[in-house]
């Protein structure tokens, strides 16, 4: 594999269920994002892991929880979405945050729909 | 926050040239990139400019003028396969270095 890695490409989920994203990257990066994209807005920064360590949140709400176990992986674990929810949701990822080599790389992402 | 203006749509002909607009306010500019995001896949990097002036890569081009706020993506020689949205985004440094998108413009090339 190479690149960066996305599980599930598709989800579709009640609004009780829990489910997780999952994001690989084999890029040697130090730091992995988190992005939501609705149809016709901006990307939208969600969490940004910076040496396994969060650095942002940009107020997203608790129903959505990051995990970044070692710098190659990161996780988006979901429970009692709503429907607005339902986007991509890219994972990129990027030499440290304070690199001048700031390039952010992106995963294919995973469309999830909310039902 | 950054303000990213771009086009939503565009439509162009095979073999002709388009160009993307892309304007910005923002304090502690640091560069500028283009990516392109076919749909349902993974959005690509294109293009980085920090200083003025035009980078050239084959049939794609940049061009950026910091003191207008401004930047643009020439397609040259469309082909079909470049049907996509092409992302604006702006790098910013404070503490450390953020990216900010703009909405994205969907261009359709017809044959």
């Known amino acids: 594999e190479t690149g960066v890695t996305q599980t599930p490409r598709h989800l579709v989920m009640g609004m009780t269920n829990k489910k997780s994203l999952k994001c690989e990257q084999h890029l040697g990066h130090n730091a992995m994002y988190w992005y939501k994209q609705s149809a016709k807005k901006p990307l939208e920064l969600m969490f940004v892991y910076n040496f396994k360590e969060q650095t942002e949140n940009n107020s997203v709400p608790s129903r959505f929880s990051p995990e970044c176990p070692n710098s190659s992986h990161l996780f988006l674990h979901l429970h009692t979405l709503q429907p607005e929810d339902s986007a991509l949701y890219l994972c990129?990822?990027?030499?440290?945050?304070?690199?001048?080599?700031?390039?952010?790389?992106f995963g294919p992402g995973t469309r999830l729909t909310v039902t | 926050g950054q303000n990213i203006d771009q086009p939503t749509e565009m439509t162009a002909t095979e073999g002709a040239i388009v160009q993307i607009n892309c304007t910005y306010q923002t304090s502690g500019f640091n560069g500028l990139f283009w990516y392109q995001q076919h749909a349902g896949e993974a959005p690509t990097f294109l293009s980085y400019?920090?200083?003025?002036g035009l980078e050239e890569k084959g049939r794609f081009s940049s061009f950026l003028s910091r003191s207008k706020g401004y930047s643009y993506l020439l397609l040259k020689e469309l082909q079909m396969k470049d049907s996509a949205s092409y992302l604006c985004?702006?790098?910013?440094?404070?503490?450390?270095?953020?990216?900010?998108f703009g909405a994205g413009t969907t261009v359709t090339v017809r044959a």
């Open positions: 400019n920090v200083l003025d």
């Open positions: 990129a990822s990027s030499q440290a945050r304070d690199s001048e080599d700031y390039e952010q790389y």
């Open positions: 985004a702006v790098r910013v440094r404070s503490n450390d270095y953020k990216l900010s």
